[in-house]
């Protein structure tokens, strides 16, 4: 079974840093375009960066310059470095992938994790 799984969650005051991890298990061949995503109370689901399995990325307005997002296909992983940290970013944040093929050639569209909270304190 393929599941993706988050870490690196966690309270950290306004100006900190956090990185998040997300690592992909299961009998996969290949992922394609990972991503992180965050939901806040009473918003909508939204997208905060996200990068191809050739390594373009795209980020949201809101936190060009202060998260970086990276992968490591080795270990079928993707990495969210979170600096300069607000109370806005105060989020679940979900990892995603838009497709993974696993060895069976099973074709898993728009996989999620199961997310892990950011609290930024004032």
């Known amino acids: 079974q393929v599941q993706l799984v988050e870490s690196g969650g966690g309270l950290v005051q306004a100006g900190g840093s956090l990185r998040l991890s997300c690592a992909a298990s299961?009998?996969?061949?290949?992922?394609?375009?990972m991503g992180w995503y965050r939901q806040a109370p009473g918003k909508q689901r939204e997208l905060v960066a996200r990068?191809?399995?050739?390594?373009?990325?795209n980020y949201a307005d809101s936190v060009k310059g202060r998260f970086t997002i990276s992968r490591d296909n080795a270990k079928i992983t993707v990495y969210l470095q979170m600096n300069s940290l607000k109370p806005e970013d105060t989020a679940v944040y979900y990892c995603?992938?838009?497709?993974?093929?696993?060895?069976?050639?099973?074709?898993?569209?728009?996989?999620w994790g199961q997310g892990t909270q950011v609290t930024v304190s004032s």
């Open positions: 990068i191809t399995n050739g390594g373009s990325t």
């Open positions: 995603n992938s838009d497709g993974i093929i696993t060895d069976s050639g099973t074709y898993l569209a728009n996989k």
């Open positions: 299961g009998s996969i061949r290949r992922i394609n375009a």
